[in-house]
T-cell receptor
Framework: DAMVIQNPRYQVTQFGKPVTLSCSQTLNHNVMYWYQQKSSQAPKLLFHYYDKDFNNEADTPDNFQSRRPNTSFCFLDIRSPGLGDAAMYLCATSREPYEKLFFGSGTQLSVL | DAKTTQPPSMDCAEGRAANLPCNHS???????VYWYRQIHSQGPQYIIHGLKNNETNEMASLIITEDRKSSTLILPHATLRDTAVYYCIVRALYNQGGKLIFGQGTELSVKP
């Protein structure tokens, strides 16, 4: 059974049109992460939540926001997607920051 | 976190052992070596991790040199399903929130 679930698997949006990607987990983990992975590149950490505490990476653009309304759900909001934001977005969880991460299958975002 | 160096690609014959090297010459005393893999179009999957002793689990073995400046991931009997990108990551668990920062990885192709 999937433990970190990302929906949808594929998302198409228009240039400049806000889009939200969702992630849910059945593991009851404290930490949730969002990574961006562009074609043929390694995943890049955007931000993470430890419980309700939000931690942004220094080089994450302001265009990217996140919400975590409860333990199980976390959302990635892209306020004004550009063509350069087309990528696979990966959600991951860990019980504590120093424990192993469990990844979802990702959402492939296309920007037209 | 310390940087890692991995060969960009490797081939392995099915049924043979796959030995994936990783150099982490600037690793510090509190940093662990983690290995993840990413099968095409899926999220990364945890394989194994270690501090200074060799480790083995149901997926692989991790051999860390005595000076901890390099390590080798061993898949004892590679199958076609082991074809993936393998990431060696040095992770400071108790500093910087234990963030998992990916390098470029090794693309392993297992051939019949």
């Amino acid at each position: 059974d999937a433990m970190v679930i990302q929906n949808p698997r594929y998302q198409v949006t228009q240039f400049g049109k806000p889009v939200t990607l969702s992630c849910s987990q059945t593991l009851n983990h404290n930490v949730m992460y969002w990574y961006q992975q562009k074609s043929s590149q390694a995943p890049k950490l955007l931000f993470h939540y430890y419980d309700k505490d939000f931690n942004n990476e220094a080089d994450t653009p302001d265009n990217f926001q996140s919400r975590r309304p409860n333990t199980s759900f976390c959302f990635l909001d892209i306020r004004s997607p550009g063509l350069g934001d087309a990528a696979m977005y990966l959600c991951a969880t860990s019980r504590e920051p120093y424990e192993k991460l469990f990844f979802g299958s990702g959402t492939q975002l296309s920007v037209l | 976190d310390a940087k890692t160096t991995q060969p960009p690609s490797m081939d392995c014959a099915e049924g043979r052992a796959a030995n994936l090297p990783c150099n982490h010459s600037t690793i510090s005393g509190n940093e662990y070596v983690y290995w993840y893999r990413q099968i095409h179009s899926q999220g990364p999957q945890y394989i194994i991790h270690g501090l200074k002793n060799n480790e083995t689990n149901e997926m692989a073995s991790l051999i860390i040199t005595e000076d901890r400046k390099s390590s080798t991931l061993i898949l004892p009997h590679a199958t076609l399903r082991d074809t993936a990108v393998y990431y060696c990551i040095v992770r400071a668990l108790y500093n910087q929130g234990g963030k998992l920062i990916f390098g470029q990885g090794t693309e392993l192709s297992v051939k019949p």
